[in-house]
């Protein structure tokens, strides 16, 4: 059975209206959830929501199907107000399996929906995720609202005459419970019927049996008496102009593009495959129209010492990588340091240490940024706060890095790289030019000297083949001015302090910390990277509430901008929410000796909204 695109959206019962939602899809790793969630998010933003999204991978490739280890999950916030993270508390969780009910169920709310395939409630797969009874029979969900619903069943009678194995033919259930979500939440489901359409137009079969088991989902929700009603979220009101649905990863990626057009260079990214780094590379591969070289080389110091490469012939150089893999660039980091070349360096941030926690987030690498290099070795260090800002960050490392002649680490994180919102496209014509001024040739017998010093102490970038510009570089100290080998003390002083000091001048040419809130007061919660949204959220509730609080977000982390300082003077307390142990609240005790109070957090996930209100409350009392 098919309906139209009409009827879809003129459901007969009751529409009940609500701010946003949050909705997550779990199951097996092979149930297509992350599909689901990237199709209810497209789905939502072309209605005019504001949108966040946070999958949520497994670490393990192929763990066996139907236990904990194996699930997937995709969470998806919509709203008809502006929203500033992927939701807090769920309001609905589809749960596939038993696994997937009982590893995310604790972060549905009470009286939250609850949607389950009850199909595969069997005594084998409730024994894999650790059941000793059947919770949709044991009374267990009764704080829920609980449909139990035959997906598997369904979508097999939905798609019955496909051709289609069984096997194959269940892969279709991700498409039955998008068809219930978007009944649910009044979704048009014109978007995914043109996806399925483009993904699968050359397998006919599976085409008509995904929409078939899409149209069956909406039904459902239209015919069963379990749903009395179902919900609208109105659109937003966004700032007017033309969105694009962008994943942190990708928009870093459109913004390295960006910067090396608005600098007349071409882009070189060398790179060693790491989660959650990798599409970083994936995203800049299909882009060589643009004139993007990427190189997959054989390990992360390889991919390091080819963006040194890039660097010194002249172009616009780029690697990344996440924790583990940084510690192997560290050396080739110091030699592009010491060698005064504009380059970036991207962390995507995981669970550490070690292997770790490779498909959660973190913000643990903040002092490996700052001091993870043998010897003297500072390094700018900033970050974005959310998805869309990857873009601009992207053309501000660059321009920190060509500016002051130095390699600068970029560092975001996972939940910023796999989570996504809408990005407001901007016209080409309001990005800044990113101005570079090479050495000409040199003419009459005139000496180069490849370490002399502008204003800022960078050192001119002359690229190689420029007659009259020959001159060593290496990973030896080098004398002053002319470059040459030098083991002289005081030279090495020289040097130490000038590359420390040159770094230092990065504050100069920043803009200064902006507070959002009263100018002084009771408490500020500083914070940097992804926990932006949460931060931002929780601050404001509690200014609502009549709290004495205000928000300080950091980009820029070394070095700080010029007036943290008096900012952090202005408050009687001092908030640090980090996804570490106290890194960032580390580094502002030992520069600026303040008394800071640490809210600190490494269980993979991200902070919710309540947890922040909670100890901000706290922290005031």
């Known amino acids: 059975m098919s309906i139209s695109i009409e009827s879809q959206l003129s459901s007969s019962k009751e529409h009940v209206v609500i701010e946003g939602a949050t909705v997550r899809l779990a199951g097996d790793s092979g149930d297509g959830m992350q599909l689901a969630g990237t199709q209810l998010t497209g789905t939502s933003a072309q209605l005019g929501n504001d949108v966040a999204t946070f999958p949520d991978f497994p670490a393990e490739i192929r763990a066996p199907r139907g236990t904990l280890a194996g699930v997937s999950g995709f969470q998806v916030h919509f709203s008809s107000q502006d929203i500033f993270t992927p939701g807090d508390t769920l309001n609905a969780l589809v749960a596939m399996n038993p696994a997937a009910l009982k590893t ?65 033919g ?39 049996a995904n929409r078939s088991a899409l149209n069956t989902g909406w039904n459902y929700g239209e015919t069963t008496d379990a749903f009395a009603s179902s919900y609208k979220v109105e659109p937003a009101k966004l700032t007017p ?41 994936h995203e800049l591969s299909r882009h060589k129209n643009f004139g993007v070289r990427t190189v997959q080389a054989e390990d992360e110091i390889a991919a390091m010492c080819t963006a040194i490469g890039a660097a010194f012939a002249g172009e616009m150089a780029v690697t990344s990588s996440s924790g583990p893999g940084i510690c192997l660039k560290g050396e080739a980091m110091g030699l592009g340091m010491i060698l005064e070349l504009p380059m970036i360096i991207i962390n995507v941030q995981r669970g550490g240490p070690s292997t770790g926690l490779p498909t959660k987030t973190e913000q643990s690498d903040l002092l490996q940024a700052m001091f993870g290099r043998n010897g003297e070795s500072p390094l700018p260090v900033i970050a974005p706060c959310c998805p869309s800002d990857c873009f601009d960050v992207a053309q501000e490392a660059w321009r920190i890095a060509v500016r002051f002649m130095t390699p600068v680490i970029l560092l975001t994180d996972g939940y910023i790289a796999n989570g996504s919102e809408p990005w ?52 030896l100290e080098k004398q002053d001015g002319t470059g040459n080998v030098s083991y002289d003390p005081d030279n090495h002083q020289h040097m130490t302090n000038t590359r420390a000091q040159k770094v230092a001048n990065v504050a100069d040419d920043i803009p200064l910390q902006e507070v959002s809130g009263a100018d002084s007061g ?17 601050v404001r509730q509690c200014q609502d509430q009549g709290l004495s609080v205000a928000h300080a977000h950091l980009r820029y982390l070394n070095p700080f901008p010029k007036n943290l300082g008096e900012i952090l003077d202005r408050y009687q307390k001092i908030l640090v929410p980090e996804l570490n142990m106290g890194q960032l609240r580390m580094l502002i005790g030992s520069q600026f000796v303040k008394e800071t109070i640490g809210f600190n957090k490494v269980q993979g996930k991200p902070f919710s909204v309540s947890e922040l209100v909670r100890t901000i409350q706290e922290t005031i009392r």
Not at 187 to 205: A, D, S, V
């Open 522 to 538: 009771d408490l500020l919660v500083l914070s940097w990277g992804g926990t932006y949204g949460a931060c931002t959220t929780a």
């Open 170 to 208: 269940d892969k279709c259930r991700n498409f039955f419970a998008m068809g219930l979500l978007y009944w649910l939440y009044g979704r048009g489901m014109e978007p995914t019927l043109g996806f399925i359409e483009e993904k699968f137009g050359g397998k006919p079969n599976v085409a008509e």
């Open 424 to 475: 407001l496209i901007p016209d080409a014509n309001d990005l800044s030019k990113i101005e570079i001024v090479h050495p000409g040739p040199l003419e009459n017998g005139e000496e180069f000297l490849p370490y002399t010093r502008n204003e800022r102490l960078a050192r001119p970038w002359a690229i190689p083949g420029t007659p009259g510009l020959m001159h060593r570089v290496g990973g």
């Open 241 to 281: 102009g033309k969105y694009k649905n962008m994943m942190g990863n990708q928009a870093l990626a459109w913004g390295l593009m960006a910067a090396a057009k608005m600098s007349g260079k071409s882009l070189f990214f060398g790179t060693y495959p790491i989660t959650p780094a990798s599409d970083i590379l």
């Open 104 to 168: 995310n169920l604790a972060d549905l709310q009470s009286r939250g929906i609850l949607i389950v395939n009850e199909d595969a409630f069997d005594k084998k797969d409730l024994e894999k995720a650790g059941y000793a009874s059947n919770p949709l029979e044991d009374e267990s969900l009764e704080g829920y609202q609980l449909f139990k619903v035959p997906m598997t069943k369904l979508t097999r009678d939905a798609i019955d005459g496909s051709g289609l194995s069984v096997k194959e």
